[in-house]
């Protein structure tokens, strides 16, 4: 869908171009940065789109509550003989 602007920001530009007309001129050559400006959002706006993350691969509440368990029992399994790390 976004190419359908930029193929009518080359139409406009064309358009502008070629006119006699001061007016239209004017009018064609906004026209055609207006629809340059929409097709570049667009086309981010697509591209943000098809790069976001799948909602199957976010964990679940069980998940998050198995990893920080699993976690907390690796913190608490060190003892304390052993010094803490330093920087």
Same mark, same amino acid.
């Given at each position: ?45 697509? @591209?943000?789109?098809?790069?976001? @993350? ?10 998050? @509550? ?18 803490? @790390?330093?920087?």
């Amino acid at each position: 869908m976004h190419w359908l602007f930029l193929l009518l920001a080359l139409a406009a530009l064309v358009l502008a171009l070629t006119t006699t007309s001061v007016a239209l001129a004017l009018l064609s050559l906004l026209a055609a940065g207006v629809l340059a400006v929409v097709w570049l959002l667009q086309m981010l706006s697509a @591209r943000v789109g098809g790069a976001a @993350r799948d909602e199957i691969q976010i964990l679940s509440p069980e998940e998050l @509550r198995r990893l920080s368990e699993r976690t907390r029992g690796t913190d608490q399994g060190r003892g304390t003989d052993t010094p803490p @790390r330093e920087s």
